[in-house]
Nanobody, 124 residues
C-alpha cells in the first residue's frame, strides 16, 4: 500500500497556477517533516519545499521562493503545494514525501515514505 497519494498535476501555460495535494493512506505523519520533490526528465530528484512536523517552519528551493507555498492540513495527514507563476523549468514529476525527522531536511535520503508522483507540465 502506497503511504502517500498525490493529486492535482496537469498541463498549464506559463504564468499559470496549480495546487498539488498529498494524502496519507493508512498512515499518519504527525511527527514527521514533509516535503515536495521534483524530478525532471533525465535529471535527479530535487527538493522543492519542506515543512516541519508542526507546520510552523517552511523551507523552499531558491527557484520557487515567492511563487510556491507549502502547507499541512489541520489533521496533519494532508500536504499541499500551491504553485503560482509556473514556468517551463517547473515541469516534472512532483513527489510528496515524509521524513524520518521532525525538522526540515533537503536530502531525499532523509525521507522514508514516498508517493507515486503527479506530473506537472508547463508549456504553451
Amino acid at each position: 500500500q502506497v503511504p502517500l497519494v498525490e493529486s492535482g498535476g496537469g498541463l498549464v501555460q506559463p504564468g499559470g497556477s496549480l495546487r498539488l495535494s498529498c494524502a496519507a493512506s493508512g498512515s499518519t505523519f504527525v511527527n514527521n517533516a514533509m516535503a515536495w520533490f521534483r524530478q525532471a526528465p533525465g535529471k535527479e530528484r530535487v527538493f522543492v519545499a519542506g515543512i516541519n512536523w508542526v507546520g510552523a517552519a517552511t523551507n523552499y528551493a531558491d527557484s520557487v521562493m515567492g511563487r510556491f507555498t507549502i502547507s499541512r492540513g489541520t489533521a496533519e495527514n494532508t500536504l499541499t503545494l500551491q504553485m503560482h507563476n509556473l514556468q517551463p523549468e517547473d515541469t516534472g514529476v512532483y513527489y510528496c514525501a515524509a521524513s524520518i525527522r521532525s525538522s526540515i531536511v533537503r536530502s531525499s535520503a532523509e525521507y522514508r515514505y514516498w508517493g507515486q508522483g503527479t506530473q506537472v507540465t508547463v508549456s504553451s
